[in-house]
């Protein structure tokens, strides 16, 4: 049974860090292409950063420059640190993980919150 269990998620204000963390259990986690989506309240599911097996990765052109995913394959983690939070960061974000183009299993989510 494959489980990804997200935390790190909570409060901050504008200009401050968070660090997600996503804990992968029941898959052979190096083979996983790995990625966090987003979910604004009121809006679509949206694609944050995606990191394949080798640990190299891409992002959408909103969080470039201040999002780093990042993989320890000993540890089945991914993680995804946030600088330079806005306000329009706010929203639920979701651990993914897939062996293609598409994603086979998500996380529950974790709240990012990010206030004026």
């Known amino acids: 049974q494959v489980q990804l269990v997200e935390s790190g998620g909570g409060l901050v204000q504008a200009g401050g860090s968070l660090r997600l963390s996503c804990a992968a259990s029941?898959?052979?986690?190096?083979?996983?292409?790995m990625a966090w989506f987003r979910q604004a309240p009121g809006k679509e599911r949206e694609f944050v950063a995606t990191t394949w097996s080798g640990g190299s990765g891409s992002y959408a052109d909103s969080v470039k420059g201040r999002f780093t995913i990042s993989r320890d394959n000993a540890k089945n983690t991914v993680y995804l640190q946030m600088n330079s939070l806005k306000p329009e960061d706010t929203a639920v974000y979701y651990c993914?993980?897939?062996?293609?183009?598409?994603?086979?299993?998500w996380g529950q989510g974790t709240q990012v919150t990010v206030s004026l």
């Open positions: 029941g898959l052979t986690f190096s083979r996983y292409r």
């Open positions: 993914a993980a897939g062996m293609g183009l598409t994603f086979d299993y």
